[in-house]
């Protein structure tokens, strides 16, 4: 006879026959805990996948400059600084002096200008001393020409006196000479007393005649005096003027002389005295600024200097953060610019204002700072032109999955 024999024992038989439930899965809190933080994580990286993005960052060099541009101030020839009449910071009007420089050359016997200041300045005592002579001379002449004159009036005095005298006694020897004549007529005279009598006339109106010639003369020597005396004045102030001119021509030449030896530098416009790069007895030349003016109500604006490789990404009225050097942004943070313009032309890093450490040409950004000042310390400390500075730039923003998949998508354009 078949007998089945059952593997299991009765009882556990009956009991997994029996419906007690369907069967649960036993997990602990450290598991679920596990499970949840897996799916944010995965769901966390699906979504920076699919919405995130990348952004492209490069850091330029650049420098703090004032809107209206700077006026750097140059000697138009090498020199020496004599006198500096400015310090940093100062503020200056237009006109104003900012520094005598002594631009004079050198020879073996000294500085040019000096040899040719003392030559002058020798020439300038004798031209005072012969002025000053000049008026000496000048009243000496006058005193000699009055005295002349009073000298021939009185001779012309004198010589009228005997000309009166001498027609007196040509009148007394008319009359004697008629009566002897009368006398000889009537042979109570000898001829020989007749003939005296007219040689006596005869040689008293030759006397009077002589007389007269002198007077003559005389009287053309008083009126040769008198027009000397008229014209003395004019003479002497023409000699005097004369000596006045000379000096005058000389002054001019010291003048220019030292002009041509100190050159005095002035302020073009109003404004602040930056970037003092000298002092006094400093050597100067037409290739370096002495020093830089800061216009007036000039705003400041940052030069940046990007190279070819970032230019491209740049445009008006993007934010940039600057870091300025002399205010760490670990300890004041960054401020922020909008640029304002981009140049479309390259310059040479040997051409810029400012030394960069660029080799390649560079293309000028021109950022405005938000504000001009920097909170340090609790209080706004006002920037300065010159300043050096780093500019962060953000080139251009892309999702993070187009930055994954841009092989692939490069090659597909590619293909086509």
């Not at 960052?57 to 101030?73: N, R, W, Y």
């Not at 004045?233 to 000389?250: G, M, T």
């Not at 920097?374 to 962060?392: M, R, S």
Request: charged share 20%; with cysteine.
């Amino acid at each position: 006879m078949n007998v089945s024999v059952s593997l299991f024992r009765h009882l556990p038989s009956s009991v997994t026959s029996r419906d007690i439930g369907v069967p649960i899965a036993v997990t602990t809190a450290w598991e679920r805990a596990f499970g949840v933080i897996l799916t944010g994580l995965v769901i966390s990286l699906v979504a920076v996948l699919c919405c995130g993005s990348y952004a492209r960052k490069a850091q330029v060099t650049g420098f703090l400059v004032p809107d209206k541009g700077v006026i750097k101030v140059v000697a138009p020839r090498p020199g020496h600084v004599l006198e500096l009449m400015v310090s940093e910071g100062q503020h200056v009007r237009s006109g104003d002096a900012l520094m005598s420089i002594d631009v004079s050359e050198n020879s073996v016997e000294g500085r040019t200008a000096d040899l040719i200041a003392n030559n002058l300045q020798k020439r300038r005592k004798t031209l005072v001393e012969q002025l000053s002579r000049l008026s000496t001379v000048q009243d000496g002449d006058r005193r000699t020409l009055e005295a002349n004159m009073v000298s021939i009036g009185d001779q012309i005095r004198g010589l009228n006196t005997q000309i009166d005298a001498e027609r007196n006694y040509i009148g007394v020897a008319e009359r004697l000479f008629h009566r002897n004549e009368s006398l000889q007529e009537r042979s109570l005279n000898t001829a020989t007393v007749r003939d005296q009598s007219e040689e006596d006339l005869a040689e008293a109106n030759a006397k009077v005649a002589a007389l007269e010639v002198a007077l003559s003369t005389l009287q053309g020597n008083l009126v040769q005096l008198k027009v000397q005396q008229d014209a003395l004045s004019a003479k002497q102030a023409n000699d005097r003027a004369a000596v006045e001119q000379s000096l005058s021509e000389l002054d001019q030449m010291i003048i220019q002389n030292d002009d041509q030896r100190t050159i005095v530098l002035r302020a073009s416009q109003d404004g602040n005295v930056t970037q003092l790069r000298v002092q006094t007895g400093a050597p100067v030349d037409a290739s370096t600024p002495a020093l830089t003016i800061i216009p007036d109500a000039s705003k400041l604006e940052a030069d940046l200097y990007v190279p070819s490789s970032a230019a491209g990404f740049l445009k008006r009225g993007q934010t940039v953060l600057l870091e300025y050097d002399a205010y760490p942004y670990e300890k004041f943070g960054l401020q922020a610019a909008v640029v304002s313009s981009v140049s479309r032309t390259s310059v040479p890093a040997a051409e810029l204002p400012f030394l960069v450490a660029e080799t390649e040409p560079v293309y000028l950004v021109v950022a405005r700072p938000f504000k001009s000042t920097i909170t340090a310390f609790g209080h706004e400390e006002p920037l300065v032109a010159g300043a050096k500075l780093q500019a962060n730039l953000v080139l251009e923003s892309r999702k993070i999955w187009q930055w994954i998949f841009e092989p692939m998508i490069a090659a597909g354009a590619l293909t086509q």
